[in-house]
C-alpha cells in the first residue's frame, strides 16, 4: 500500500465516452432512455467464468507470519466456494442509469429523501455521474427491472458472487485494482484527491465560496481490476442480495451459496472511501435495508441517509450474453 501523496495526487476525470453515454440517459422520451439503459447495461457487462475458491480472510495460509489481514471471525475461517459462471456490471449503477428506472415505472428517484435533522434540501447531493445511492429494496427492484427490460435474469449480486469477482475470479488479491495493491492517487483514491474530484452540485448565491459537492465521485475514473470491474474498493458501499449473518461461512453450502434464509441485516461489500483499510475485498459489513437509526449529528431515528449505498447487478447466467446491435 503506497503512501498517500495528499496535495499532489493528480485530479482524474471520468472517460469524456462514458460521461457522454451517461448523460444521454437523461435526454430524450422515456422510451428512447429506457432503450439506450438497456443497451448500455448489456455492452457494460462483464463475463466472470465460474470456478472454486477460497472465500473469506486467506491470510493466515498466505502471509509470512501466518496472520490474518482482518479483525473480527464473520470472514474466518476461509471455506470453499464453486459459483456457476456469470455476468457483472463494469460500474457501480450511476444516477442517470437509475432515474431512467424511476421515471419509467413513477416511482421517485433515488437520492431524494431528506437526511435526517438536515435542513438541506433532498436532493441536494444528486449528480448523474455518480453512484446513485439507496435502500437496499430499491436496489433490488432496479435489477430486477432490468431483467424484465432486457429478458436477461439480473438481480443483486450474493456476497460470494462479489468477492470472487473482486478478487478476479477468487486469486488472494486484497484490492481489486489493476495490480491487486492499493497505489492511491493511481489505482484508488486518495483522500484529498477523492474530495477534489467529487462534483459540484450547489451553490449558496448569496455566498459563491460556500459550495456543495457531491459525497461520491463519477464512477470509472480509475483502473479496473484485471476483469475489468470499477471501483469495487471504494466510491460507496454495494448491496448484496444476502442476508447478513456473522457464523454463516461456518455453515455456507459450497455450491452457488446465497446467504442465509432470513435475517434483520442485509450485507454490504466494498467502501464509502478508498483511503481506508475497510475496504478489501475479503471484508464483510451488514446494514438495516433502510440504514434505519439515529443521526450522528442529531439523534433523530429515522430512514438513514443512503447517498453512499448504491448497487453493481449480475446477470444470472452461464454465458457471455449477447451484445446489442
Known sequence: MSEDPG????????????????????????EERIAKLKRKVLKDLIRVEGGSFMMGDFGREWTPEGLYYTSGLDNKPPYKVTLTGYNLARFKTAYAEYDVFADATG???AGMEPRPGRSLPPGIYRHPLVPAGMYWQQ???YCQWLGKQTGVPFDLPTEAQW?????????N????????????????????QGERMRPLVDTDPHEPSSVTRAILFPVGIFPPNPLGLYD???????????????????????????????????????????SYISGLNVKRFARDPLITGPDIRTGVVGPGFNATHTVRCVANIDRAVAQPQ
Open 173 to 192: 488479491f486484497l484490492w481489486a485494482t489493476d495490480n491487486g495493491h492499493m497505489d492511491k492517487g493511481r489505482n484508488i483514491n486518495a483522500y484529498e
Open 163 to 171: 468477492e470472487y469477482a473482486a478478487r478476479s475470479r477468487g486469486q
Open 139 to 141: 436496489a433490488r427492484d
Open 107 to 109: 416511482r421517485p428517484r
Open 232 to 274: 469495487m474498493n471504494a466510491n460507496g458501499w454495494e448491496w448484496m442480495r444476502d442476508w447478513y449473518d456473522a457464523d454463516w461461512y461456518r455453515v455456507s453450502p459450497e455450491y452457488d451459496p446465497k446467504g442465509p434464509p432470513t435475517g434483520t441485516l442485509r450485507s454490504i461489500r466494498g467502501y464509502e472511501d478508498g
Open 7 to 30: 496535495e499532489d495526487a493528480p485530479i482524474l476525470h471520468q472517460p469524456p465516452a462514458l460521461t457522454a453515454e451517461l448523460l444521454a440517459l437523461t435526454e430524450g422520451s422515456i
